[in-house]
């Protein structure tokens, strides 16, 4: 075989690699995207600007009920998490965000009512924005064993400057199933688990500074 053959087969046989190492191998599936055939491609929920934040959660003697996590999403917020609130009946609660980010058991009577910026009527979560108080998150519910299995998305709270930011108020479970009509709280009875809304910064901040705090308290104790 000549020099110059040589050449050309060796110069086929760069082609043909390259063109395999560019094919996905036979067992692994291909992704399909919107407007290929099938489309059973979906996309998840994207985080949006605005950031996270958390609650955690108390029950009426004061002892950790769970946290809740809320994250900006392209929808609006999301809404995640496990609660756990012994001695309540099962059956859907009422699930709000209260003007006043204070959560003193055992009635949570500070945390006042409702979140209502804009003066509007008690209505449901999926209620038109002028029908329902930003706070209106509808009900959740327990079970038996008084777990509480959040996971919702609601397009009107906010997390972020603004009349609709929920960042520093309470968010509460009642006692009672909300009726979504009864105003000014759909007699959803006394609240039985209170968290404030913080933003993860401010979470993260505030446990910064409680660590010095706790390692100068210990000092102090030694002998």
Do not use: Y
């Not at 955690?56 to 994250?71: C, K, W």
């Amino acid at each position: 075989m000549g020099r110059k053959m040589r050449r050309t087969f060796r110069g086929l046989a760069a082609v043909l690699l390259l063109g395999l190492w560019g094919c996905p191998p036979p067992d692994e599936p291909v992704e399909e995207r919107p407007g290929q055939e099938g489309e059973r491609w979906e996309p998840a929920l994207e985080d949006a600007p605005g950031g996270e934040a958390r609650a955690e959660m108390v029950d009426h003697t004061g002892e950790s009920a769970g946290t809740l996590t809320l994250t900006s999403v392209e929808e609006g917020v999301r809404v995640q998490g496990q609660l756990h609130i012994p001695g309540v009946p099962p059956g859907e609660k009422g699930f709000h965000v209260h003007e006043v980010g204070e959560c003193e058991p055992p009635d949570f009577e500070s945390a006042g009512p409702h979140f209502d910026p804009h003066d509007h009527p008690h209505g449901d979560r999926d209620d038109p924005p002028t029908e329902r108080h930003i706070g209106d998150l509808g009900n959740v519910e327990i079970d038996a064993e008084g777990m509480v299995e959040i996971d919702l998305v609601d397009e009107v709270i906010e997390l972020g400057p603004g009349p609709d930011d929920v960042l520093g108020r309470a968010i509460i479970v009642h006692a009672e199933r909300d009726d979504l009509e009864t105003q000014p709280d759909g007699d959803a009875g006394d609240p039985v688990a209170c968290g404030v809304i913080e933003s993860r910064d401010q979470g993260a901040a505030d446990e910064a500074q409680s660590e010095p705090r706790l390692a100068r308290e210990g000092e102090s104790a030694s002998p």
